[in-house]
């Protein structure tokens, strides 16, 4: 395919973006609910060889099946539309109502995966794996009780804990995130309500629920903390503190903000909220005391924080996000950020680091841009340092919006 600029020759791999793509003349209804088509590009060796897009086939594609039918509910009925990720040799399609779903590095779907058999509910679309112990670190939530349980995979891809997580009813748990010795959990106002069930996602804000962040430690106790209301789809990252402390930043949403969203990704518009999107914000967590400290850190509207995570859960200086039309990098040191403005609308930035990189940012950052009139789409790799441009593939047809993507270098 046509390139811009060069290629790094190392980044030798393929990049693969999930995100949800109706069937032609399908109205989806609610954006999140439709079929997870997994957009893939291989590069090798300074060249981009190809471009292909396949659905994930899970029981809902290809059989219609329900979710919840007079057996209960179906796992491998769903979506798989959110993410993609890769863990001890198996490419994962993911979606938080149900099981993941195998695919192989040319996009064939191979089916629903669920670890030996030992999975039995639903796993999260944004699992952590810690670059230390190469665990993966995942939950699932679901409509009935248990609503939370923790899992964890060791580095070859074996389930060797689950336990439930109590909380006092069935949320939308989104994301997470993990320190070195800790989980910290989102249990957060937006509530399954049964009435919706048929017509879209059936979540909605509930102010009677509360708010509060939890911190589990290893042994399985959770300390939880009371926070202002708001909600949060997508966290960065989270660290231990020189004290102790469970530092945590996250695209925090206010009230307003997420039910203008919500509104807006559901297919109907809200004239009355006047909040437009999320803002990066930090919760400084004490397990010991019991205090919290909340900040917002900016006043930008920001989404799909990514950093380098080989410092997953460990303390970072640098965080990417994307706006309306720019990427944003933040600098945790000295407080300054910096902007790359597209004039296009971009996806997710990955980073992906350089082979014996000298400094955390030292690396690119992927993310598939679609020009604002929706008729052509490129990836575009960013220097991370500097947001400089290296070098952006044309792409044969235009990408629609979609969530969340990985990097998968060659071995």
């Not at 109706?22 to 060249?47: A, E, N, S």
């Not at 794996?129 to 891809?157: C, I, K, M, N, W």
């Not at 410092?311 to 000295?334: E, I």
């Amino acid at each position: 395919m046509p390139v811009t600029g060069t290629l790094p020759e190392e980044l030798t791999g393929r990049y693969f973006r999930n995100g949800p793509n109706p069937l032609p003349g399908q109205d989806p209804g609610h954006w999140f609910t439709g079929h997870g088509m997994i957009h893939g590009l291989r590069l090798r060796d300074g060249r981009a060889e190809w471009y292909r897009n396949r659905w994930v086939r899970t029981r809902e594609f290809t059989d219609s099946a329900p979710f919840l039918g007079p057996n209960g509910i179906d796992l491998t009925a769903v979506a798989a539309n959110t993410s993609v990720v890769q863990h001890a040799g198996r490419i994962l399609a993911l979606v938080e109502n149900g099981l993941p779903y195998e695919m192989t590095p040319e996009l064939d779907t191979v089916g629903p995966w669920d670890f030996g058999g030992r999975l039995t509910t639903a796993m999260t679309a944004h699992p952590k794996q810690d670059p230390v112990t190469g665990e993966l670190h995942f939950f699932g939530y679901g409509f009935f009780a248990p609503y939370l349980t923790y899992h964890r995979l060791s580095a070859t891809g074996e389930l060797v804990d689950s336990r439930v997580v109590d909380v006092p009813g069935p949320t939308m748990i989104h994301d997470f995130a993990i320190t070195e010795n800790h989980v910290v959990w989102l249990d957060l106002p937006v509530v399954f309500d049964m009435d919706l069930v048929g017509r879209g996602m059936p979540y909605r804000w509930d102010d009677s629920y509360g708010a509060r962040l939890g911190v589990m430690d290893r042994g399985g106790r959770v300390t939880w903390f009371e926070v202002d209301p708001c909600y949060v789809f997508h966290v960065g990252n989270a660290r231990e503190d020189a004290a102790g402390r469970v530092v945590l930043d996250a695209a925090r949403y206010s009230p307003g903000a997420f039910a203008e969203t919500w509104s807006h990704i559901g297919g109907s518009a809200n004239p009355a909220a006047g909040a437009d999107g999320a803002r990066l914000h930090r919760w400084v967590l004490d397990p010991a005391s019991g205090a919290v400290r909340e900040e917002q850190l900016d006043d930008r509207v920001v989404e799909f924080p990514t950093f380098n995570e080989d410092r997953l859960g460990r303390t970072s200086r640098f965080l990417y996000t994307v706006s309306s039309d720019a990427v944003v990098k933040y600098d945790a040191v000295t407080g300054v950020g910096r902007t790359r403005d597209l004039g296009a609308r971009p996806g997710e930035a990955v980073f992906v680091p350089a082979s014996g990189a000298r400094s955390e940012d030292d690396g690119w950052l992927l993310s598939i841009v679609t020009d604002h009139a929706g008729e052509g789409s490129e990836l575009l790799v960013l220097g991370a340092a500097d947001l400089d441009h290296v070098a952006s593939v044309r792409l044969p047809r235009r990408v629609p919006a979609g969530f969340h993507g990985s990097w998968i270098a060659d071995r």
